[in-house]
Structure formats: structure tokens, C-alpha cells
């Protein structure tokens, strides 16, 4: 998924924390869109952690 973009809402647990974690591990740029920033920014820093990828970011809803 290199060179793709994705925006994944509800990102910081549950199903949309592993489809940002899986997402992110084939290169896509993820773009977490949440309403906790705290939960969200630590869960993007454990993403990029684990896969390597450093284009993940989160966005307030």
C-alpha cells in the first residue's frame, strides 16, 4: 500500500488500532482520527514502534 493514504476513525483501540497497526505495516500513510489525543498519540508512537513506519498521525475528531 506504498504511496496510499488511509484515515482510520476510532484508531486508538479495538479494531481500528489493528487495522492502523496492519495498514501501517504494508507503508501506507495512516491518518488516526480520534477524539483522545493522549490515548491516540500513544498508540500512534506503539504503532511506529512496531512497524517502523513514521508516516502515522493523528488527527482530533
Not at 13 to 32: N, P, R, W
Not at 33 to 43: E, I, P, T
Amino acid at each position: 500500500m506504498k504511496n496510499k493514504t488511509v484515515i482510520i476513525t476510532g484508531s486508538n483501540k479495538g479494531i481500528g488500532k489493528e487495522a492502523a497497526k496492519q495498514i501501517a505495516k504494508l507503508g501506507a500513510k495512516v491518518y488516526m482520527a480520534c477524539r483522545s489525543l493522549d490515548s491516540a498519540n500513544q498508540v500512534r508512537d506503539e504503532i511506529i514502534k512496531e512497524t517502523g513506519n513514521h508516516n502515522v498521525f493523528v488527527k482530533h475528531l
